[in-house]
């Protein structure tokens, strides 16, 4: 009986500690402890539109707006570098379930110092910024992958530009304010949102490319669904507990219908054509990881961005629906819906290189809204913005069926 040869111990490749286990249906799906840890981000949302809305010596104002989305894009970031992590880690792991939980403790952290992340508690808010991202990060590097393994060696990689630009965000934090904050909590931003695409490059150290990870499609394209449920979700908790604190009027019983109505057709949008198709690309890409990290890690974050200027949108209308509203309150009325659909549409662009005609039309429409009707009542411009969502449904339900992700007649969608 021959002997069988077993491969030299040399050529087997070191297997990831605490990676997921296949499932015997194949499905990899979001596990409870992600939608536990999910929980935090629907109070940070809450907090990025208080934020927006609290902003002074004017309501609204550019400096504002411009630190609230400094604001979204760090806890988009540290959520988005966890969804990674947890794409490939088995979160009914003790260790990794410790991990998570310390991850979401420090997410709490960082959402409790948002209202005063430019004044008292900047150092708060970039400390457990910095907390989270280079802490996973040390752990995927020291203590998930083996050593000389693939998920040690890129893990490193992605320690080393946190470490980076750490600094710069430590530093704001414990600066006085004013632009000395801003300026390095910018170049902050840049080296972070830079770094994939540089694919965590560092000198002395040995190059990765985009084939270091395995992207788990579902999984991944499923987590970023449940982000959206929460910014939606969040749509909803806004414009209710608006509501209930104020006096029922007509006016305000229909500002909240029509809220109501906005936030439907935003999920409409989103879950009836767009996630699957985005979904159905991801699984077949040949360059997985590159096509995840464009349409997920960056685009995706417009797409958050437009529901939260809506839910901040339906607030000011709710508040006030029988005024004209201020020229910086009407540009953040129009602009929730206007950057929701742009988003979408750079999403497909990205996915099949063509823009979205119907819903590129239809965010040119809420601008043209937005100037002819500037002077008119809240109620009525939030009314003809969600008239314009729910035609677009309409149209696209009443369009060309849907075609196979991959045929050569799937660009004929006009959607």
Not at 16 to 35: I, K, M, N, V, W
Not at 251 to 258: K, P, S
Not at 287 to 310: F, K, P, S
Request: hydrophobic content about 50%; overall charge negative; aromatic content about 10%.
């Amino acid at each position: 009986m021959r002997r069988k040869l077993l491969p030299h111990p040399d050529t087997v490749p070191p297997v990831p500690r605490f990676s997921r286990q296949p499932t015997a249906d194949g499905h990899t799906r979001a596990s409870t402890l992600e939608l536990f840890y999910d929980l935090v981000f629907v109070f940070a949302i809450t907090q990025i539109s208080h934020f927006l809305l609290s902003v002074e010596p004017e309501h609204l104002n550019w400096t504002g707006a411009g630190q609230a989305a400094v604001i979204l894009a760090a806890v988009w970031w540290s959520w988005n570098y966890t969804t990674w992590a947890t794409n490939e880690l088995d979160t009914s792991a003790p260790v990794v379930r410790g991990l998570v939980v310390a991850i979401m403790l420090g997410s709490l952290l960082m959402s409790i110092a948002i209202p005063e992340a430019w004044g008292e508690r900047a150092l708060l808010f970039a400390g457990a910024y910095v907390a989270i991202q280079v802490g996973r990060a040390a752990f995927l590097t020291f203590v998930s992958g083996t050593k000389g393994s693939n998920e040690r060696n890129r893990a490193g990689h992605i320690l080393a530009w946190f470490c980076f630009s750490g600094v710069f965000w430590l530093a704001g934090g414990l600066v006085d304010g004013g632009p000395a904050r801003t300026i390095l909590w910018l170049a902050a931003l840049l080296i972070d949102y830079s770094a994939p695409l540089f694919v965590y490059r560092v000198p002395g150290m040995e190059r990765i490319g985009a084939s270091s990870w395995d992207v788990a499609s579902e999984h991944f394209a499923e987590r970023f669904q449940l982000f959206v449920i929460i910014a939606l979700g969040e749509s909803i908790v806004i414009t209710g507990a608006t509501t209930s604190e104020l006096d029922l009027t007509n006016e305000r019983v229909a500002a909240f219908i029509v809220a109501f109505i906005g936030s439907a057709a935003l999920w409409w949008l989103y879950f009836n054509r767009a996630a699957d198709r985005m979904a159905g690309h991801l699984e077949d890409a040949l360059n997985r990881t590159e096509l995840a990290r464009d349409i997920y890690t960056y685009l995706h974050v417009l797409v958050i961005a437009g529901i939260i200027v809506v839910a901040v949108g339906d607030e000011l209308v709710i508040a006030h629906p029988s005024e004209s509203l201020e020229t910086n309150e009407l540009m953040a009325l129009v602009a929730g819906p206007v950057i929701y659909l742009l988003a979408l549409s750079a999403t497909r662009y990205r996915a099949i290189g063509s823009i979205s005609p119907k819903r590129t039309a239809a965010a040119v429409a809420c601008v043209l809204i937005g100037f002819a009707f500037s002077g008119s009542p809240a109620l009525l411009v939030s009314a003809l913005l969600v008239a314009v969502l729910v035609a677009l449904i309409i149209a696209e339900e009443m369009g060309p069926p849907l075609q196979p992700v991959g045929s050569e007649a799937e660009p004929a969608d006009d959607s």
